[in-house]
């Protein structure tokens, strides 16, 4: 039973302050990601280094979140939620002025472990102040929420960046965060009384183990898989999970308990974000790049077609859990789900090119944003509560950092696949296929790219780059697609057919 002062739950206020900032962390990123031509034009940067914007975000916030986790139930979810908020605020602050590429990367790498403590120290707390039906109620919110931040990201940033530059773009998020920051105070602080001490070593291992996997996987295809220092990144990654391991075989308390990974219903839970990454979130960064470099809209342009991919995301959820609790069950609304995301790519593969109208993108982007809809009011709830609340952190730790971990991942993957199916198109054209060249089309940058070549030539080229790029986008989506099918398959054998009732937490006793 988790240790609470004050008394008063206010379970309302709790889940409008968590939601609000949960709202600001998926915009991050996807929101972010129509920001990055602009960003890339502003700060004379490449390919690399505009991608790490969105990158070192992605990345952080995927690692530390098991440490948050375990850092939450530890010193306290309110102390670490404000933190979380307070860092995330401060940074957002110094984006706004920032007035270089690298130095915006690191300040969105430390947005990262700010987002990590507020998502699990703040689902921590709903779990808190909830009890049984309720606890599904709010998780629906939670979910709903989350997809709100996928949804509105890149539209509204598109619509801030087209009147007010990239710059608004940190500036909105600030605002946000101040105002969840003033209502922490209000809040019940809430804690696990048996993980009075952190595994510090268990953390730092964990830690540094999947920082090392992560971004050897981000530099990989850019670098080549047998680069020195993908290498050593790997044999790190190796070297410190497998102590992590051993550490935690040995804890009286662990910081998570590695037995539940021989329990097939928490494997497939875990798998689902991940393959949803590749589904969902891997489109949500890379198409309004592929609109604006190849149709030559404008980033509020690019961001509004992107709500048909989003738009479900934010409607969808409250449908996905009345047909898992009332029609279907859990287990068939997450296949479906998965479902619905390969035959939406499959068909955005089929109608992708220059010049594609929005009927034709309607119908596959809006599948794709209904198959994330689906499982996005239903996983959380279903993941957290399937332990008991004293360890609510750390199953929220474990969860989103599979989440996460599969989104940095999938972008990471996705976009040098993009770079690698662009510049294996563009050999033979009038100009040398370097991976620059290919990373400048792949950016969004197709006009500029086209001068490289005469000012009589350059319709003729441009139209060539825009081909390859669309011939590389339509791979990259049947890839997807298979991806997608291939999870769909396994989640079926994995998950049992009925789910078992989630755990409700215990009623909150008197603080010691």
């Excluded at 990144?233 to 051993?246: M, Q």
């Excluded at 219903?265 to 969902?280: E, I, K, N, T």
Aim: net charge neutral.
């Amino acid at each position: 039973m988790s240790t609470a002062s004050p008394p008063v739950a206010r379970p309302g206020l709790t889940l409008f302050a968590v939601c609000a900032a949960v709202l600001v962390l998926p915009a991050s990123l996807t929101g972010t990601s129509v920001a990055l031509p602009s960003i890339g034009a502003d700060l004379h940067a490449t390919l690399a280094p505009t991608q790490w914007v969105v990158n070192s975000y992605n990345l952080t916030f995927a690692t530390f979140m098991l440490a948050t986790g375990a850092l939450a139930d530890a010193i306290g979810r309110k102390r670490l939620f404000g933190f979380g908020v307070l860092v995330f605020a401060l940074t957002s602050l110094a984006s706004v002025f920032a007035g270089d590429i690298y130095l915006l990367d690191v300040l969105r790498g430390l947005s990262g472990v700010g987002a990590a403590a507020v998502l699990t120290a703040g689902s921590a707390m709903i779990a808190d102040v909830h009890q049984g039906p309720a606890l599904t109620r709010a998780f629906g919110v939670f979910g709903t929420a989350a997809g709100a931040g996928l949804a509105l990201g890149p539209s509204t940033s598109g619509l801030l960046v087209g009147a007010f530059g990239w710059r608004a773009v940190f500036g909105s998020h600030l605002v946000i965060m101040l105002v969840v920051l003033a209502l922490v105070p209000l809040l019940r602080e809430s804690r696990n009384p048996g993980a009075s001490t952190v595994d510090w070593l268990g953390t730092v291992t964990f830690t540094g183990g999947l920082f090392a996997f992560t971004l050897a996987v981000v530099e990989g295809p850019l670098r080549g898989w047998v680069d020195v220092l993908v290498l050593v990144l790997l044999l790190a990654a190796i070297v410190l999970l497998r102590v992590f391991v051993g550490v935690e075989r040995r804890q009286a308390q662990p910081m998570f308990d590695l037995s539940l990974f021989r329990q097939p219903r928490f494997v497939a839970l875990c798998l689902l974000p991940v393959v949803a990454a590749f589904g969902f979130v891997s489109l949500a960064v890379l198409l309004p790049q592929y609109f604006i470099g190849v149709d030559g809209v404008s980033s509020s342009a690019a961001g509004l077609r992107m709500l048909l991919l989003t738009l479900p995301v934010l409607v969808v959820p409250m449908v996905g859990a009345w047909l898992a609790a009332k029609a279907l069950g859990t287990r068939t609304v997450l296949v479906l789900s998965l479902l619905c995301m390969a035959a939406g790519t499959a068909w955005l593969a089929a109608v992708l090119g220059p010049g594609v109208g929005v009927g034709d993108l309607a119908v596959p982007l809006l599948l794709v944003g209904s198959g994330m809809g689906l499982n996005a009011g239903i996983i959380d709830g279903v993941a957290i509560s399937s332990v008991e609340p004293e360890r609510a952190g750390m199953a929220a730790g474990m969860f989103n950092t599979m989440r996460l971990s599969g989104e940095a991942v999938a972008i990471a993957v996705m976009g040098a696949l993009l770079v690698t199916f662009t510049q294996a198109r563009l050999r033979g054209g009038p100009v040398d296929a370097t991976s620059d060249l290919a990373g400048q089309v792949v950016q969004g940058d197709v006009a500029g790219a086209a001068t490289q070549v005469a000012a009589t030539d350059r319709g003729g080229f441009t139209a060539f780059l825009a081909d390859g790029y669309t011939g590389a986008f339509q791979t990259a989506l049947w890839l997807i697609a298979g991806i997608c099918l291939v999870g769909s398959v396994v989640l079926a054998v994995l998950l049992p057919g009925r789910q078992p009732e989630p755990v409700a937490p215990e009623p909150v006793g008197e603080p010691a």
